[in-house]
């Protein structure tokens, strides 16, 4: 009798465990789904009022240069040498390998499209996300783990700035150092001669086809939005999270995969 009582209990804890078990991560699956509403939500009211042009009050300018110059300023310069000289190893070995094997023709579509299509907008989302969670963030996060409702002077005046200068700091990353990885492929290919210019612009114009362009217009905004909202929701959301790494950094960081996956998927598939 004993031992049937024991096995009864047994089970019956074991059914109560798993039930907990499926109740929990139900419970998980619907909090992961209000948390990515709720960032939606806020880069939707982040971009309505990036867009709009009674955002821009002499005083929100001044909050806006400063939290640009911060973001995008402070690290062009060096984040532009560090990536020229990456670049520069990468297209000596492009352009010697396609020689080695005499497919010299296809060594600057292959530069163009490596360096400036995928692997400069990956790199800059992914140094102004890495630069962003590691500085110390002063937003005036709610004190408990679920956030109220968003303050619309709180938005307009704290996180709409920052929003706006991380985005922007994508976006100049990125077109600085493409434009260096172009004056360094021509350099390394032609030398300091003029007489290169018209092949070498028919050339980056045969891959920067209409869809290739609007492809990665897409890819580098896509980019710019995420590194500018979900770290900021992910903050909001759990305010009590400690660690050195910004709260959504993880998240951040498999979004910009995904989207780079994607988007190879829907160009070469």
């Known amino acids: 009798s004993d031992l049937k009582n024991s096995a009864y209990?047994?089970?019956?804890?074991?059914?109560?465990?798993?039930?907990?078990?499926a109740n929990s991560g139900l419970y998980r699956a619907?909090?992961?789904?209000?948390?990515s509403w709720f960032t939606l939500k806020l880069g939707a009211w982040v971009l309505a009022l990036a867009l709009s042009p009674s955002s821009y009050t002499p005083a929100r300018w001044r909050t806006l240069a400063w939290h640009m110059h911060l973001s995008t300023w402070q690290v062009l310069g060096w984040f532009s040498a560090l990536a020229a000289l990456l670049s520069l190893v990468l297209i000596r070995i492009v352009l010697v390998t396609a020689l080695s094997y005499g497919l010299s023709?296809?060594?600057?579509?292959?530069?163009v499209r490596v360096l400036i299509i995928e692997l400069i907008p990956l790199c800059a989302a992914m140094f102004v996300a890495l630069r962003a969670s590691l500085s110390a963030s002063h937003l005036p996060y709610p004190t408990r783990a679920r956030a109220p409702a968003i303050d619309p002077s709180t938005l307009t005046t704290q996180l709409m700035p920052r929003a706006v200068a991380d985005a922007f700091a994508v976006v100049t990353l990125a077109l600085v150092s493409s434009t260096l990885v172009l004056i360094l492929t021509y350099l390394s290919q032609y030398g300091l001669?003029?007489?290169?210019?018209?092949?070498?612009?028919?050339?980056?114009?045969?891959?920067?086809?209409?869809?290739?362009?609007?492809?990665?217009?897409l890819k580098i905004l896509f980019f710019s939005w995420a590194v500018a909202i979900i770290p900021m929701a992910a903050s909001w959301l759990?305010?009590?999270?400690?660690?050195r790494m910004q709260p959504g950094s993880t998240l951040l960081f498999l979004v910009?995969?995904?989207?780079?996956?994607?988007?190879?998927?829907?160009?070469?598939?």
């Open 256 to 269: 910009l995969f995904v989207l780079e996956a994607g988007f190879l998927a829907i160009k070469y598939i």
């Open 9 to 21: 209990h047994a089970a019956m804890h074991a059914g109560y465990v798993q039930t907990m078990n």
């Open 193 to 217: 001669s003029p007489w290169g210019l018209s092949g070498f612009t028919r050339t980056v114009g045969q891959v920067f086809s209409p869809s290739v362009s609007m492809s990665l217009i």
């Open 105 to 111: 023709q296809y060594a600057l579509q292959m530069v």
């Open 30 to 35: 619907l909090l992961a789904l209000k948390n």
């Open 238 to 243: 759990n305010p009590q999270a400690s660690g």
